[in-house]
């Protein structure tokens, strides 16, 4: 149980271009949503927490024009990387909490993008 | 604003060496913590975690760890690593005075020499 999916697993795109990333509960609801970043060789940096039904909230320092999150039901969440550059390259993943006592996380696989 | 500390960048042994990788936090009141790995390329795994209770956890692959609440600390050990064991571990730690968010160590590299 509590699988998280992330898709797509790799995506290319254009300098300029937006992408969409999607990451699913499977198989539990979760009513909160997070969104990281990692770097290569470098510790994952939560990017924002997302409620269902209701705005994300951004750390310091993200764009939130830039990284627009959704968490429009309570098993999808996604994160669109507006007008995408260079620097936007990464590794994204997602986790979700589920409606439970206990604040654990799930880890979904995690989304490589590359921009070129 | 809570932290957690992961010693050692990057340690390496040889095979059947004992491993132990240090994790602390800043003092938060109620805690989780979590041992996670990433293999070269792959997704986050969890090893082990603690809620409560037993404060000597077990996790997979033959992981241990220890919560010694006195010194925030949540070391990760095991007795004998093996190549396969080359990975980053990350130290996270999940502060309920920040409203359940997990906050994560800046990771050590584990290279096991065959």
């Known amino acids: 149980g509590a699988v998280v999916s992330q898709h797509p697993s790799r995506v290319i795109c254009k300098s300029g271009t937006s992408v969409k990333i999607e990451c699913r509960s499977l198989?539990?609801?979760?009513?909160?949503m997070f969104w990281y970043r990692q770097f290569p060789k470098q510790s994952l940096m939560l990017m924002a927490t997302?409620?269902?039904?209701?705005?994300?909230?951004?750390e310091q320092g993200v764009e939130k024009d830039k990284f627009l999150i959704n968490h429009a039901s309570l098993t999808l969440s996604t994160l669109t990387v507006t007008s995408a550059h260079p620097e936007d390259s990464s590794f994204y993943i997602c986790?979700?909490?589920?409606?439970?006592?206990?604040?654990?996380?799930?880890f979904g696989p995690g989304t490589r993008l590359t921009v070129t | 604003a809570q932290s957690v500390s992961q010693h050692n960048h990057h340690v390496i042994l040889s095979e059947a060496a004992s491993l132990e990788l240090g994790c602390n936090y800043s003092?938060?009141?109620?805690?989780?913590l979590f041992w996670y790995v990433q293999y070269p390329g792959q997704h986050l795994q969890l090893l082990l975690k603690?809620?409560?209770?037993?404060?000597l956890v077990k996790g997979i692959k033959g992981f241990e760890a220890e919560f010694i609440k006195s010194k925030f600390s949540f070391n990760l050990r095991k007795p004998s690593v093996q190549w396969s064991d080359t990975a980053e571990y990350f130290c996270?730690?999940?502060?309920?005075?920040?409203?359940?968010?997990?906050?994560f160590g800046q990771g050590t590299e584990l290279s096991v020499k065959p």
């Open positions: 986790s979700a909490r589920a409606h439970s006592g206990t604040y654990e996380q799930y």
């Open positions: 996270a730690v999940i502060f309920y005075n920040q409203g359940g968010k997990l906050i």
């Open positions: 997302s409620n269902e039904g209701s705005k994300a909230t951004y």
């Open positions: 003092y938060g009141g109620t805690v989780n």
């Open positions: 198989d539990f609801q979760a009513t909160t």
């Open positions: 603690y809620f409560s209770g037993d404060p």
